[in-house]
């Protein structure tokens, strides 16, 4: 399986960590984008230092802005195609 480098938060409190990580098969209603561009927003550093409700299940990767292209899409996905841009 191919892998990729991911911005992982181990518990709260504690300081990120750059590892790898394998690349998921989109599941029911997933989409998989190539990431042509990412950011970090102050919720990013933020959350990890003081918590976060939704953040349950650690590690977590930490992140949620990007912009790229549709590699895969998963069961169900009926708006996005392979090569879209998102």
């Known amino acids: 399986m191919a892998s990729q480098k991911a911005l992982w938060l ?3 409190g504690k300081d990120l ?9 989109p599941g029911p ?5 190539k ?3 990412v950011s970090l927003n102050p919720m990013d550093w933020y959350f990890p230092k003081a918590g976060f409700y939704l953040m349950k299940n650690f590690p ?5 802005e990007g912009a790229g292209v549709v ?3 998963g069961e169900d996905v009926t708006n996005l195609d392979v090569g879209d841009k998102v």
Do not use: C
């Open 10 to 12: 181990n518990k709260p």
């Open 17 to 25: 960590v750059l590892a790898g990580n394998e690349i998921p098969e």
């Open 29 to 33: 209603g997933d989409v998989l984008v």
């Open 35 to 37: 990431n042509h561009a």
């Open 60 to 64: 977590v990767v930490i992140g949620e």
């Open 71 to 73: 590699e895969k899409v």
